[in-house]
T-cell receptor, first 114, second 118 residues
């Protein structure tokens, strides 16, 4: 079955450490997104990419970096510059369309500071 | 200004009753889409229903319907015959400036926590 795979499910980061969250999709979708969700809050967009080798900052990009070298993959790196990284991170993708296309989500990664 | 506003942080409903979750939005675009997602405690995001700004009829999907009032900029979700499994967080979201090619981002509200009781 097609879908989005995020790994790991749980991740712990030490102070000053960079960590990378994986997101892989086999839906042949063009666009991919990273969201951050804090407890009791909605989703906020970190980065998104509409095509390979191109990506744009979302609303809260500071302290994060991404790459899009392959259509299927959109990894997110949480750098040491992100001072409050503890959150639930969701990756999503959409096909090309006229705007009504549904975003498909992965199951998320929970990141905590040690 | 908030683009998506959900004013009900929490709601309770009795099993088999209907419940309405409120959502208002703010956009100057003429072409946009509105979405509702369900997030159980496990964390995954489940798509429920979509309404396009040019759709003349309110969207329906099984027990879910969207009460779309364009002039009031509201897109309330109605769940009929609530079930215990409906207990979850519900998010309203909007995609503005609909274009071909895909990729326009979603803006989410802060959500409504729904609890269905016996």
């Amino acid at each position: 079955d097609g879908g989005i795979t995020q790994s790991p499910k749980y991740l712990f980061r030490k102070e000053g450490q960079n960590v990378t969250l994986s997101c892989e999709q086999n839906l042949n979708h063009d666009a991919m997104y990273w969201y951050r969700q804090d407890p009791g809050q909605g989703l906020r967009l970190i980065y998104y990419s509409q095509i390979v080798n191109d990506f744009q900052k979302g609303d809260i990009a500071e302290g994060y970096s991404v790459s899009r070298e392959k259509k299927e993959s959109f990894p997110l790196t949480v750098t040491s510059a992100q001072k409050n990284p503890t959150a639930f991170y969701l990756c999503a993708s959409t096909p090309r369309g006229t705007g009504g296309q549904v975003e498909h989500f992965g199951d998320g990664t929970r990141l905590s500071i040690l | 200004a908030q683009k998506i506003t959900q004013t009900q942080p929490g709601m309770f409903v009795q099993e088999k009753e209907a419940v309405t979750l409120d959502c208002t939005y703010d956009t100057s675009d003429q072409s946009y889409g509105l979405f509702w997602y369900k997030q159980p405690s496990s964390g995954e995001m489940i798509f429920l229903i979509y309404q396009g700004s040019y759709d003349e009829q309110n969207a329906t999907e099984g027990r879910y319907s969207l009460n779309f009032q364009k002039a009031r900029k509201s897109a309330n979700l109605v769940i009929s015959a609530s079930q215990l499994g409906d207990s979850a967080m519900y998010f309203c979201a909007m995609r503005e400036g609909l274009i071909t090619g895909g990729g326009n981002k979603l803006t989410f509200g802060t959500g409504t926590q729904l609890k269905v009781e016996l």
